[in-house]
Nanobody, 115 residues
Framework: QVQLVESGGGLVQPGGSLRLSCAAS????????MAWYRQAPGKQRELVAT???????NYSDSVKGRFTISRDNAKNTVYLQMNSLRPEDTAVYYC?????????WGQGTQVTVSS
């Protein structure tokens, strides 16, 4: 079956960095658009960044210049490098794989930015 397993979340001080990973199995990873979403308490889930099968990336305005999404097709893994973290980046971060009408989600990993 399809599995997306996120890791790398945790508690970090403002200005710090974290790198999230999402390991995929059960899909032809290289042909999927991969994305990171996040959901803060009491808010809707929002798109953070996407990377296409040919490595084109896009970012929400709130993270542009601070976050970098990348993928390693040999390892079936997508990453989110998060720098200059702010308290407002605190959320559960979810990995998503999408192709046409197919879409899959990971279980999420908590990121907390606090002093």
């Amino acid at each position: 079956q399809v599995q997306l397993v996120e890791s790398g979340g945790g508690l970090v001080q403002p200005g710090g960095s974290l790198r999230l990973s999402c390991a995929a199995s059960g899909i032809a990873f290289r042909i999927y658009v991969m994305a990171w979403y996040r959901q803060a308490p009491g808010k809707q889930r929002e798109l953070v960044a996407t990377v296409t099968s040919d490595n084109n990336s896009n970012y929400s305005d709130s993270v542009k210049g601070r976050f970098t999404i990348s993928r390693d097709n040999a390892k079936n893994t997508v990453y989110l490098q998060m720098n200059s973290l702010r308290p407002e980046d605190t959320a559960v971060y979810y990995c998503n794989a999408k192709r046409a009408t197919l879409g899959y989600w990971g279980q999420g990993t908590q990121v907390t930015v606090s002093s």
